[in-house]
T-cell receptor, first 114, second 115 residues
Framework: AQSVTQLDSQVPVFEEAPVELRCNYS??????LFWYVQYPNQGLQLLLK??????LVKGINGFEAEFNKSQTSFHLRKPSVHISDTAEYFC????????????FGAGTQVVVTP | EAGVTQFPSHSVIEKGQTVTLRCDPI?????LYWYRRVMGKEIKFLLH????????ESGMPNNRFLAERTGGTYSTLKVQPAELEDSGVYFC?????????????FGQGTRLTVV
């Protein structure tokens, strides 16, 4: 079984400032890691995923995340946010043998202000 | 290409009534998943279909919930009778089979309110 902890429920940030959303996980098996975003009144959209290989993963809209196996973390970063990045962000994990069955964190609400 | 569509987008029902949620996956996607987010909590897995077969229903809360996917196309999730704690947002997702490099595409969700 896996579990995911998103350490911040809400992150206020000014436009053009950097943002980091923290995610830690625990698992007894090998995992795949994901970040999803939910914009207001929309469904969940995949930002990026880590399956294997390079621990630095680049996603859409300028986001990137780094997998750290020793710290069991998968933090999401963006060097300069826009107003349009206001959304809720979800970290998720799945076992490598059941990759479609996702265990989500509680979500982090990012509010970008001018 | 149409994405995953869910119907209705919102539903308000009284305790004890029956509600049926529908999910149309992306055409050709054999995998279909249901998830639920109860207010203030994380999104939780409910079950997974591969075509018309239930692959994993370990997340279904109780026997008041019945999911079907006749013909391996669209899926329905029926709640009968609904209880107050069933309120939340129900998400459906679909994906191709056998491709770990693909992704699960989510619908916009159905917001269910039981009063």
């Amino acid at each position: 079984a896996q579990s995911v902890t998103q350490l911040d429920s809400q992150v206020p940030v000014f436009e053009e400032a950097p943002v980091e959303l923290r995610c830690n996980y625990s698992s007894s098996v090998s995992v795949y890691l994901f970040w999803y975003v939910q914009y207001p009144n929309q469904g969940l959209q995949l930002l990026l995923k880590y399956l294997s290989g390079s621990t630095l993963v680049k996603g859409i809209n300028g986001f990137e995340a780094e997998f750290n196996k020793s710290q069991t973390s998968f933090h999401l970063r963006k060097p300069s946010v826009h107003i349009s990045d206001t959304a809720e962000y979800f970290c998720a994990v799945s076992g490598t043998d059941s990759w479609g069955k996702l265990q989500f964190g509680a979500g982090t609400q990012v509010v970008v202000t001018p | 290409e149409a994405g995953v569509t869910q119907f209705p987008s919102h539903s308000v029902i009284e305790k004890g009534q029956t509600v049926t949620l529908r999910c149309d996956p992306i055409s050709g996607h054999d995998n279909l998943y249901w998830y639920r987010r109860v207010m203030g909590k994380e999104i939780k897995f409910l079950l997974h279909f591969v075509k018309e077969s239930k692959q994993d229903e370990s997340g279904m809360p109780n026997n008041r919930f019945l999911a079907e996917r006749t013909g391996g196309t669209y899926s329905t999730l029926k709640v009968q009778p609904a209880e107050l704690e069933d309120s939340g947002v129900y998400f459906c997702a679909s994906s191709q089979t056998g491709h770990t490099n693909t992704e699960a595409f989510f619908g916009q969700g159905t917001r269910l309110t039981v009063v």
